[in-house]
């Protein structure tokens, strides 16, 4: 961008809490080194496994209830109705300038336009003073508009259970969103179905990796007994492995659902499984039994049953729980 007040005030905004200071360099586009070297943390090391699929991260974690109350508190209507356009600059000539551009080039090319605006609780006035204006665009145009708040009853959306944070939804509301979305696309505009073209077939793969990375492992850590564990066990896919051993007990081995080894700690054994990306290795001695996975010991509770889940196409552990006899078979994670 070349020097402007645009640009200066681009720079005012970014560098807001002074982690820039050289902003009359940044101005002029002066070379200039970043370095993290002195705030670098521990986890800045441990993201090694973490995996982006496709651009996609999932978060599934809630809003707080403190969060969330304060943008309650202002009634349900402001989270729900957007006002119409009020007094003073809804948004700046060059962000309008620049979308009457874009809707006018997709109508130019014949391309299918539709605005959406996700739901979000932190709903300030410039926030709704901007979407009400942006609507009298769209409806000067004829381009639908989605506005996620006034939708989301019919996306059966619960701020508490579907906000990551006041502006962001979590997995589980994105879920709903994209699934609203996806309804409005197939009713109103003539779709291709890409799910068995070879050139998306990347994107059949990266879903079933994030089901068995992301989801598989997540429904098993939801269950609490004991009984409707090993039931859920029996539904697994062909990739999951499961061990189920007491420490002076029996040991089982469960691929698909079914046990294809088993074991007592009454003798000494060795026992030896490939699992795709790891190896799994167990060893009873003198009684004691030690279930290992890449050199990592995984015990759970000393008195009952443990189980260790493994999924081959994720190429990692997906859970692990223990149900402790002396504490009513409770799960210990």
Request: net charge negative; charged share 30%; hydrophobic share 35%.
């Amino acid at each position: 961008m070349k020097p402007s007040r645009t640009k200066w005030n681009a720079i005012g905004a970014v560098n807001e809490f002074g982690e820039y200071p050289d902003a009359a360099g940044a101005f002029f586009s002066f070379p200039y080194y970043h370095t993290r070297f002195f705030t670098l943390t521990s986890e800045d090391f441990n993201n090694t496994d973490e995996i982006r699929y496709l651009g996609y991260k999932p978060d599934f974690a809630r809003i707080s209830e403190k969060e969330l109350a304060k943008w309650e508190d202002g009634g349900q209507r402001a989270l729900d109705e957007s006002p119409n356009c009020g007094e003073g600059q809804a948004i700046t000539a060059r962000t309008e300038n620049y979308l009457r551009k874009f809707i006018e080039l997709c109508r130019q090319k014949e391309i299918p336009l539709l605005l959406v605006n996700a739901p979000f609780a932190n709903q300030v006035e410039e926030k709704q003073t901007a979407d009400a204006y942006i609507r009298t665009i769209a409806e000067e145009y004829q381009v639908p508009l989605i506005e996620g708040n006034q939708c989301k009853e019919e996306m059966q959306i619960r701020f508490a259970d579907d906000l990551l944070d006041a502006s962001h939804l979590n997995y589980y509301g994105s879920l709903k969103y994209t699934d609203y979305l996806a309804a409005w696309m197939q009713e109103h505009i003539d779709i291709p179905d890409r799910r068995n073209d070879a050139a998306y077939e990347k994107w059949a793969q990266i879903s079933e990796l994030f089901r068995h990375r992301e989801l598989n492992g997540r429904q098993l850590k939801e269950i609490e007994t004991k009984d409707a564990y090993m039931e859920a066990l029996k539904e697994q896919p062909d990739s999951v492995t499961a061990v189920c051993w007491e420490n002076n007990g029996a040991l089982n081995i469960y691929q698909a659902g079914a046990c294809v080894f088993q074991a007592t700690s009454d003798e000494d054994y060795v026992k030896y499984l490939n699992l795709a990306g790891s190896d799994l290795a167990i060893r009873c001695t003198d009684g004691n039994t030690a279930v290992i996975v890449d050199r990592e010991q995984y015990h759970f509770t000393e008195d009952g049953l443990n189980i260790l889940v493994y999924d081959r196409i994720a190429e990692q552990v997906i859970d692990g729980v223990g149900f402790d006899e002396k504490n009513e078979m409770a799960a210990v994670r």
